[in-house]
């Protein structure tokens, strides 16, 4: 894997210099994992418009700091307070007095240290300054991206045929999940949802108790990780034999989601791209069962920019990585989605998630 660490400090130094900032202090650990490879839990990163790097992690990470950040950064493992650390290490940072700090990530107790500890400094709140680099994906990124999904989708194909009437929902995840690490999914990167029958119309259910009954639509919406990276996906399935019901609200559910992975692309509006699947929900007469955002980035997180939703401006970057999962939901009779993984790329898309769409039959 090229080592893409150089290209994203220098872009990062160059929103600091468009911000008028000379540095900022770096607390999420996706965006820390972004810039420095670590990919510990324990870490605080400042980083300057001069593309200087100072790292300060705890002793449980000394090895771990060494072999994936290296002489990427000046790393100082810490013994007492990683916050200590940075006080005693940021005045050797020169030309730092305006400092900017993750205003979505800081919480206010650590808030409360960069007023008192801090106070030599200037500190500014900023929002998404690393988040808005991490859109673009790189091709190792994708690569990464595109192996969790192959083997989320994978891992799908081997739990289906263990599925049967009479197994409660948590037995369904536990399969899932057992194929999940089977196939080689590093981390769960969320609670698998496993929802049957009245229950599938929660969209995010929390995986119960429930026995799967015959006739049961069964919602199961799982993630993957590979080197960091995740994968995001959600099939409904019928358990025995599907009314006619079912398959009419499924071919809706099918169609929608193939209109949107099909003609999503970059440069379009948010907003925009959510329209593709809703307006063909809208238009058949389930305005009002289709309640939640069209689709969201995907990445070192599960959940990251862009977004497809009614209100989302932004437009959609090139080489993007998005979820494209349209639903409808009837409280007391159950839900269908279907969701897939979508890569924004300059010529066009291309879906990630090779898993059938059409209805099956299980159990």
């Known amino acids: 894997m090229a080592d893409r660490r150089p290209e994203r400090l220098a872009a990062l130094a160059a929103s600091l210099g468009a911000a008028k900032i000379d540095g900022i202090l770096l607390s999420s650990m996706?965006?820390?994992r972004y810039l420095t490879g670590f990919s510990g839990t324990s870490a605080l990163v400042f980083a300057t418009a001069?593309?200087?790097?100072?790292?300060?992690t705890d002793f449980r990470y000394e090895t771990q700091a060494a072999d994936e950040v290296g002489d990427f950064a000046r790393v100082v493992v810490d013994r007492?307070?990683?916050?200590?650390?940075?006080?005693?290490?940021?005045?050797?940072l020169a030309h730092v007095e305006l400092a900017g700090f993750e205003s979505a990530h800081l919480v206010h107790r650590d808030?409360?240290?960069?007023?008192d500890s801090g106070k030599r400094w200037q500190w500014r709140p900023t929002v998404d300054l690393v988040e808005h680099l991490r859109e673009r994906k790189s091709p190792d990124e994708l690569e990464r991206i595109t192996e969790a999904?192959?083997?989320?989708t994978r891992a799908l194909a081997r739990a289906l045929p263990a599925v049967r009437v009479g197994m409660t929902e948590l037995q369904v995840a536990g399969v899932?999940?057992?194929a999940l690490r089977d196939e080689g999914s590093e981390a769960f990167p969320f609670p698998t949802i496993v929802a049957s029958g009245e229950r599938s119309a929660l969209p995010h259910a929390r995986t119960s108790t429930r026995p799967l009954r015959r006739g049961d639509f069964l919602l199961l919406d799982f993630g993957a990780a590979v080197?960091?990276?995740?994968a995001?996906?959600?099939r409904t399935v019928v358990v025995g034999r599907a009314d006619t019901e079912q398959r009419d609200v499924y071919a809706i559910v099918r169609a929608a989601n193939a209109t949107a992975a099909g003609q999503v692309r970059t440069g379009m509006r948010g907003k925009d791209a959510d329209a593709l699947a809703r307006d063909y929900i809208d238009a058949r007469g389930y305005a009002d069962a289709f309640g939640h955002s069209l689709g969201h980035g995907l990445g070192l997180e599960v959940h990251e920019a862009p977004r497809l939703s009614r209100t989302a401006e932004a437009l959609l970057g090139i080489d993007a990585v998005v979820t494209i999962e349209p639903g409808i939901y009837r409280p007391g009779w159950g839900g269908v989605r279907i969701e897939d993984d979508v890569h924004l790329g300059a010529t066009g898309t291309t879906v990630l998630t090779h898993f059938t769409r059409d209805l099956l039959e299980v159990g």
Not at 50 to 56: D, P, S
Not at 111 to 115: A, D, G, H, I, S
Not at 227 to 230: A, D, E, F, S, W
């Open 111 to 115: 808030f409360e240290r960069l007023l």
């Open 149 to 152: 999904a192959g083997v989320a």
């Open 227 to 230: 080197g960091g990276y995740c």
């Open 176 to 178: 899932l999940e057992r």
């Open 232 to 234: 995001d996906v959600t």
């Open 80 to 92: 007492d307070s990683i916050w200590a650390t940075l006080w005693r290490g940021l005045p050797d």
């Open 30 to 32: 996706p965006n820390i």
């Open 50 to 56: 001069r593309a200087e790097v100072l790292f300060i």
